[in-house]
């Protein structure tokens, strides 16, 4: 074999080797950013009630359904003045659904010593679990006072642009 059957002629098709290292490292370090924000992008919008599925905003996705009826685009669209005022009603019931949430919280941590118990109780568990729903609709009726307050001190104009932002598509990439 001569040299030239060992060694690919230099040409179009060969690749010129790069003079730095530092060429590598900096091609190197930008894809991996690349990666990341994409990576970042597709898993935002993947996101959904399951992690796989969309969910369009409407109903319970795991945030309540009474937030889902004062989307942020509403109070968005309010002088800073207005906005206040309500955020305070809301700011009223801040306490009982602090105390739900705690009682909420100290029910799933009372499960897990439950459940972790040998033996295993299912009468007790089976209570629990009841106490837990009872509290969450304790929290959600709750919600649905503070919504209600809320409503009912809107101006003709607010509650219309209210009901525009109601209709507006939602998703994980606007609320």
């Known amino acids: 074999m001569s040299m030239n059957e060992t060694n690919p002629a230099p040409g179009p098709a060969a690749l010129p080797p790069l003079r730095s290292r530092w060429w590598t490292v900096v ?61 305070m009603v809301l700011r009223q019931h801040r306490p009982d659904f602090v105390n739900l949430r705690q009682q909420t919280s100290d029910t799933a941590l009372r499960l897990a010593d439950l459940i972790a118990a040998d033996p295993y109780d299912a009468a007790a568990v089976t209570a629990l679990v009841q106490d837990y729903v009872r509290q969450n609709s304790a929290l959600q009726d709750r919600g649905a006072l503070a919504l209600t307050d809320v409503l009912a001190r809107l101006t003709p104009a607010e509650r219309q642009l209210l009901a525009a932002e109601l209709r507006k598509p939602r998703g994980p990439w606007r609320n």
């Open 27 to 87: 091609l190197g370090l930008s894809l991996m950013a690349n990666l990341l924000i994409g990576g970042i992008f597709l898993g935002h919008g993947v996101r959904g009630t399951d992690g796989f599925g969309r969910h369009d905003g409407r109903g319970p996705d795991g945030r309540g359904a009474i937030a889902q009826l004062m989307p942020r685009g509403f109070f968005a669209q309010l002088p800073d003045q207005r906005r206040r005022d309500l955020m």
